[in-house]
Nanobody, 118 residues
Framework: QVQLVESGGGSVQAGGSLRLSCAAS????????MGWFRQAPGKERGLVIS????????NSVDSVKGRFTISRDNAKNTMYLQMNSLKPEDTAVYFC???????????WGQGTQVTVSS
């Protein structure tokens, strides 16, 4: 079983950048598709962007295309989210998640807060 821990959240002004990391314990990290989700206050949690086991992009929402980059290092059991040109509407708790098939997200981290001020 994989356990996930996010880091790298914080507060930034609009237009700034942050890099989130998701560290996975266990030896089976490379067996999972990985994704970043976010939940803003009063809204449901939703997928931001996801990555295949081999590293190709699986899915992403239009609002982050061209601004957010997902990557993974299977040797380090770590996934990353580089967020550039941040906007106030990107403010949310960001969660990383793992899926054995790219559609059912069964393992979740505890979340990290990202706050973007205007």
């Amino acid at each position: 079983q994989v356990q996930l821990v996010e880091s790298g959240g914080g507060s930034v002004q609009a237009g700034g950048s942050l890099r989130l990391s998701c560290a996975a314990s266990g030896r089976t990290f490379s067996n999972y598709a990985m994704g970043w989700f976010r939940q803003a206050p009063g809204k449901e949690r939703g997928l931001v962007i996801s990555i295949r086991r081999s590293g190709g992009i699986l899915n992403s929402v239009d609002s982050v295309k061209g601004r957010f980059t997902i990557s993974r290092d299977n040797a380090k059991n770590t996934m990353y989210l580089q967020m550039n040109s941040l906007k106030p509407e990107d403010t949310a708790v960001y969660f990383c998640a793992a899926s054995p098939d790219g559609s059912y997200w069964s393992i979740w981290g505890q979340g990290t807060q990202v706050t973007v001020s205007s």
